[in-house]
């Protein structure tokens, strides 16, 4: 239990450090203590392992530059897997809309 308490208070810190801007290491910190529960959300809208990747480095790069915008209402992990839901279902929209283009052309 200590550990999971710990764990937490560590992933604040860290969340902190970048909202103010004060270290880039606490992001990966950060990342590597979320990417499998990212990887499975997106995973289970896109199905494609390739897509995937792809949509958590958005969803990283995403929540990286927006990391001012979290204010701790709610938890960090679903803050972060809202953006990987959001890019995911958003890869999907420009995947289709590629495909009605390519349709139409025939």
Do not use: P
Not at 5 to 20: E, F, G
Not at 61 to 86: E, M, P, Q, V
């Amino acid at each position: 239990m200590f550990k999971i308490v710990s764990n937490y208070q560590n992933i604040t810190r860290d969340i902190q450090a970048v909202q103010q801007h004060e270290c880039h290491e606490a992001f990966s910190r950060v990342m590597d203590e979320h990417i499998d529960q990212v990887r499975r959300v997106v995973y289970r809208i896109v199905l494609n392992a390739y897509d995937t990747d792809d949509i958590v480095q958005e969803t990283f790069i995403k929540a990286f530059h927006k990391i001012d915008s979290f204010k701790g209402a709610a938890k960090f992990s679903s803050w972060l897997c809202r953006i990987a839901y959001n890019e995911a279902y958003l890869s999907l929209r420009k995947k289709d809309n590629k495909l009605s283009d390519r349709i139409k052309i025939y």
